[in-house]
């Protein structure tokens, strides 16, 4: 049903309920006029779907879609269950999810539910039924976002009510005997044996911190409602939409659930890019107030493409493709673009002049297929009255309007991402590091992150992939923060360098067991003798200590040792204790970098991807390249005019030149 | 009963029921011969008028009332309502109200009532009329406080039982019907429509933040609630208390109840000004830790003057004036004046030599006519221990009681306050802006201030009054924050411009409809006609990022840009995001800033003053000037020597000069 | 039953559940071989011994001690009742204890166990019972620990369920009638009088703070459970396990009880000593970031010390020794010390080289007979991963082991502590001073510190002593914050000073009458005619706000001046509102200092020092000596060669010289 195009598309977000009626037709031609062929409809609309209990209103969604068909925009249309109306909640209050105070959180705003309530599972099958049987076969519906953000304001995770009820039962599913439990989550640690399924509780208010394998374990069956949630909706659009794709929208840096677990069944993924939100909310710890500052109007290039290149990627597909192939808007996009100020950051500042249209290059360039940007007119209510729009509240054009009209589409080409380095992601890592991380100034996104842009720093592309992904064909695997170990995925790392792949890893690689326990044998448990090391010492940094490393290098917040087993030394730590101890070691294609110095990381990813034949450019602060279809994006983030290879990149700006 | 004064007159509060009947003569007599003529008691008594249900016990406040009319002090007696003792809060837990976590505040401190609760009202009603009924027509009671400091400690709102309980009535008045609610809260926007009133609860615990129009619409009712509570006490008290004066003394900054509102009905207002702490304490969002070190020692000047301002016009008399005219002790009070360091505050310092002078001309320059030092003597017991008096724990005189002892009172003549500036407040406004910031270094508090303080170092007397005054009159009219605009205060408005008064905007004003939507046109909604412009950007600027201004400006933390229509710019900015756009624009007599600088705020006023025929005087960093009945108080609030005008006025001095 | 021994000795602690059984006899035979002779066990073993109710399995625990036994090892045994499995727990919830925020603690940690619970302390005692009947008299068992770290995590005082149902009782015990309680509390203040005992509830979730004889009584109350918990503890070990001693492990700086009421009747005291995670966590207010990094590797000398001879003293003895005198493991111990990075502060660094050797030496010095490192192997499983041990996850010895292994024992003989000065503590004090600091930067603890830093910086050897205890035979008491004062403290100091002693006092001193209010005549109450003045004023100070003191001192956080009725002043404040006022005053043999200032707190007790011929040093920074049984340890705490007394003193290191 979706027409296949040889370049970038754009869409826009738009709620036909928050406006009369005889605004509808209006929209939709000026949609279609700025050059946009998806509008994106009904994401927050039960109340109005289903005013009552049972009785469904559709007329007003059928004139609206019929609006916007009759300009030949393309819809995308939601089920609306991060929204349950009051009726259903003031009837079925145990649908409420619980925080991590142990407070049930009430109604009068989103996603006021709880992933494991019997009775919301009920309704949300009954609504997606209903709204998939009504628009299932429109000819203007091209495909189906499901909810809205899953996990988003710490929703992944309820710590009471239905949750805390279904969390035995998973574990008996999960172990089988309590004996295998508490010998997998080291109970006799504090006597914390259970001797009854049902003495077992979500991880919350503990007297201290609660034991991390009992964290895990809840951060997983949590992890599963949401995916066993969403198999729910797919599968009735799969079954009363056929032929149309389904997606979900993700957030930014989200930890709240597994993403490769929910992606799986989804056509392509898509996610929710706001640069200036994410630099000023979103950030890992330790980003320092003078970046937030300097890239306040753009956000910083690295965050935001990391987020691009880790959902192209999770579905599992080498470059991102989705289920219908290169060249149709099948993946990734980005559903919700952000073209002007956000509203629910501390400061909010206008984005500057170009940084629109540079979001929209970049992301097509990091293999966005269509752009869709929130929303097409600020809300004049509610929550989010301080958020823009391409329209205003005065539905007169905001910069961000005038910056897409003024995009040429033409020169962003669909096609392949050709990245020959992978970087690993795993959120059970990302889990078990943050519950513990030892350092305040550490964290699992604030380590990823670092390695992510010193690889971006030298002009490489990256596919970010599952830790469990196949790995073979890549020139380099990088492992920033792979703390969780299990004996398979040690295999499959040890056949892609077996294969010629060049593996770096970052500190605490492989020092967790798949039930959050250390390896008895110590870091690198099962990856050892690929490694050729153990771990000797860690050292957590507080701010102003440092670790001195040869080479002139000094390591910030984090330093790790090792005992070589097979593996040499190619940095040594100096001074401190840690001295002489090796900070960086090499054993045949694989390396670990134990000290956490931006400067480190960079130079010794560097000589190994000169070795893999992968080439490295220096670029300035700012600047970045990005591949895709043959061409290259340059790209200027800075406010400032830079010389760079012969040209002057103007600030703000992008160019496309042909080359890869 | 009270004799009229033509000067400024004193008093204490004092606790008789703290100390041994012995010391209560002897308090009463060194007060005469302090010089006070006023004495407040039994603010916090209940316990002891009423130790158990029912059982008055009135012998000892009758002897402690007669030990200060034999000296001929004049009392002020109290409702003690914010305090109800164990017995009636055991019995009827539901008198206990909850905090913004949805937990129920205990005994234990005070102000642990729910306005809501019935039965709390039908005990409230009971003793008001007891101690009337006992105290009413004595011949040393010259007047009445309600209660105490309404709102504080965060209690002008409960977030559970009886208030809950009754808001889905008081809104069912409001609206009639819920399509009239959903519509005036744009509930459509994330399915937060009700379909039934029963359903709707404060605006506590929801997932993310609630609807700002919920939020303000809680903050009314529960505005109304603190109204009417007060309301039922002033009817007894006017009945059995006949000739007596009503007042309640009113907190700093406090914006827990909208008190044009709550002050309706009362004689005069007063408020209880604690300089040291409000600087350290209650100190608007933004003032630099430099400043509240520079001041330590002295409050800001602008801040205490502010409060006093507010008070003076809170009834809605042009200069404050009470039922009985100009010359009695109606009002404005000070009710609780510092007079050494309080307790409550992260630091406390002692005040500096001639502060406790420097805040009792100040008081009385800005309009009052009865200054009451708090307290008479330190309380040896309970959570004021650290709280300073006039006498110490040790009854010996304090250097604040030096300090009073040293004043001429005659050289404070009672009469207006002759100001010929007014500037616009509203806690609609200040409900709506501190719901949604949208710069965390931003509030309505500290926008109002800014302008606030521009004009006082202009040497320029202002009234404070609601920005539904009347305004005819007024050479110039300042709305720094006024965000919410009704058609009818457009109107009004527009009447007083086209009656020749000059009107200046901050930004911000107008953005919002009465129910907390935005204007569907945009800002200035009904306004934009007399403002000639529309809204076109705003820029929420982080520590660091600014907004450059012609005429060498720059903007922190906020800047706004228009769209003239019909209105020319006098500044536009340079540079970033809004570069090229009006910063500051003028149609006719109305000017509107969009640019937060205090420099730019400044001169802009300066201007249009000096256009109005105002006289301004640039006045030295901590140089004041206040006007009152046709003489000059200059006011050096700094720790050193300032030259000013051929004087040289001593450090934290004041000097009452003839002519205004 | 326990050898004595001539010099130090050292343990560890080991948990044999935690490992296979093959490894005990392995650990034993290393412990043994590195020189150690004691071993902790079955600290939280309860689910172990009692898998299920009443089931009671010690068979491995019988293996695991013979291990011990058989290489020599003395055993200390626990009581696991830090630890109440789940079993327990489930079927009675009522055992778990509430928060201050009023919410009930989970299970899932540790410490989940309200002491006033009547279920819990049936089980406590049936349990201790168990283990002391199966251990009590093995040759192995030399000693016991109750549970572990009473307190820890906020557990020292329960805010609801069993403790809030026992509080009136004990009040009702304390006072008799409910008017003496008003009374003593002063509760007319805010009419919070009581007029039923079961009216009164914790000191939680009041409205603004509860009064703080009420917080005082409340803590009290809550140190009396602790006291008697342990006490039925205590005497069923003296029963079953005779010739045995009991000892409890204290915390570090921990206010949650009266640890001189709560050490009345074991043997010894012992504490755990974490000197890098103490400077992270546990530092007074106050302390810069600069002081924390300097000393990040090491921990603060004087941290470390003051919790030393804290615990050498707390159970009155005059050099801390237990019932068998010296030369025996009696006491003080250290039980856990730290042996590498620990893993519970924000930030945890490794222990810098020669760090574990110092502080072993330093406890040594401040009279402990024995130190047992935390722990023997690092944990494999749960909260406690991230922490080390001699031995690492991977059974490889630590930097730890190996200064341990290199430790020449005969060195550091045992015999008394020399102090001639006592320094004054007092937990009541404590409580009240923290209940109402009135300075953001001053507390209990940074106050009694500063003095306690000033004589150790002066090379003098301290005994922290009971405010109430014998002070005969001390040259100079000195009571840095001893702000409660009965009528009996002040005769018993009136004696020492009457005696020869010299006094020196800090601010506050006096402040409060055992009730918690402040003294009617002021301060110094019952202590004034001694002291020879009264309090004239207190300022609280921000930072940046100083008040200067003659002699070119300078006051920060807190100043007070005094009213001189016999004393003289040494020094004056200059300028500000003390000027001219008392900062420092002497009469006959009693000095207060009021002014806070680490010089001035110096150079005035050098002086007082001298005059009573204690021979003082000034060291420098980072240097500290400390002596026993007649030699003197020299320590370098820095990180770098100190030159001193003819000797270069390497970095982090120690030398034991002969002569005191
Ligand atoms: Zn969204
Ligand atoms: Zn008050
Ligand atoms: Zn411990």
Not at 207 to 227: A, C, G, Q, W
Not at 498 to 516: D, H, I, K
Not at 522 to 548: I, K, M, N, T, W
Request: hydrophobic share 40%; with cysteine; net charge negative.
């Amino acid at each position: 049903m979706t027409e296949r195009s040889t370049h970038l598309q754009l869409g826009s977000c738009d709620y036909p309920e928050h406006v009369p009626a005889d605004r509808w037709a209006t929209y939709a031609r000026q949609q279609r006029e700025l050059g946009l062929t998806f509008v994106r409809l009904a994401e927050f609309a039960w109340s109005r779907m289903e005013p009552r209990p049972g009785e469904y209103d559709w007329a007003w969604l059928d004139r609206a879609v019929e609006a916007y068909h009759a300009e030949g925009l393309r819809v995308v249309m939601c089920t609306p269950t991060a929204t349950p109306p009051a009726w259903l909640i003031r009837a079925h209050p145990e649908i409420l999810p619980y925080d991590a105070q142990g407070r049930v959180r009430d109604f009068g705003s989103r996603r006021h539910y709880d992933f494991a309530s019997p009775v919301y599972r009920e309704h949300s099958r009954r609504i997606t039924r209903a709204v998939a049987e009504r628009y299932g076969q429109h000819p203007a519906v091209v495909g189906w976002q499901t909810d809205n953000e899953f996990a988003c304001h710490g929703t992944g995770r309820s710590y009471g009510g239905a949750s805390a009820a279904a969390f035995p039962e998973w574990l008996r599913q999960k172990y089988g005997t309590l004996d295998a439990l508490n010998e997998a989550w080291g109970n006799v640690f504090w006597s914390m044996e259970y001797s009854d399924w049902g003495q077992i509780r979500p991880p919350v208010l503990t007297v201290t911190e609660p034991n991390p394998s009992h964290i895990l374990d809840y951060y997983r069956f949590s992890s599963d409602l949401i995916r066993d949630f969403q198999a729910e909706q797919v599968a009735i659009l799969r079954e009363l939409s056929p032929g149309r794709f389904v997606t979900h929208n993700f957030m930014i840096f989200e930890s709240g659930f597994d993403h490769y677990e929910v992606a799986r069944g989804l056509d392509f993924a898509t996610w929710d890019n706001y640069p200036t939100g994410m630099l000023e909310f979103f950030a890992p710890s330790g980003t320092g107030e003078d970046v937030k500052t300097r890239y306040a109007r753009t956000g910083h290039p690295d965050l935001i493409a990391f987020n691009h290149d880790l959902y192209r990627g999770v579905l599992g597909g080498r470059n991102g493709l989705g289920r219908e192939g290169a060249g149709t808007p099948n993946g990734p996009w980005v559903m919700e673009q952000e073209c002007g100020p956000v509203n629910w950051a501390p400061y909010n500042a206008q984005p500057a002049p170009g940084a629109v249209q540079l979001w929209t290059a970049q992301a097509w360039a990091h293999g966005a297929d269509v752009v869709s940007y929130f929303r097409w007119r600020a809300a004049t209510m509610a929550q989010e009255v301080m958020h823009s729009g391409l329209l205003g509240h005065d539905e007169q054009p905001t910069r961000g309007y005038e910056e897409v009209a003024a995009l040429d589409l033409g020169q962003f080409p669909v096609g392949p991402v050709p990245a020959r380095v992978a970087l690993l992601h795993d959120y059970e890592s990302l889990w078990l590091y943050d519950a513990q991380p030892h350092s305040a100034s550490m964290s699992y996104w604030a380590q990823t992150v670092a390695y992510y842009s010193a690889l971006r720093s030298l002009g490489v592309d990256v596919d970010v992939v599952s830790a469990d992904a196949d790995l073979s064909g890549y020139a380099v695997v990088v492992a920033p923060a792979i703390t969780l170990m299990t004996p398979e995925r040690a295999q499959r790392w040890a056949d892609a360098v077996q294969g010629g792949t060049r593996l770096v890893c970052g500190p605490r690689t492989a020092f967790r067991t798949p039930s959050g326990q250390t390896w008895a044998e110590g870091q690198f448990g099962p990856l050892s003798s690929l490694v050729g090391a153990h771990l000797r010492q860690y050292d957590s940094l507080r701010p102003g200590l440092e670790d001195a490393v040869s080479g002139g290098y000094s390591a910030r917040f984090w330093a790790e040792s090792y005992r070589l087993e097979g593996a040499q030394a190619t940095h040594t730590y100096r001074g401190g204790p840690l001295d002489g101890e090796p900070a960086v070691i090499r054993h045949g294609n694989v390396t670990v970098i134990g000290a956490h110095s931006e400067a480190l990381i960079r130079d010794v990813l560097r000589g190994v991807l000169e070795e893999a034949g992968v080439p490295t450019t220096d670029l300035p602060e700012g600047v970045r390249l990005s591949h895709r279809a043959g061409v290259t994006l340059v790209q200027n983030w800075t406010g400032q005019p830079v010389e760079w290879q012969g040209r002057t990149l103007a600030p703000v700006s992008f160019e496309v030149i042909a080359g890869a």
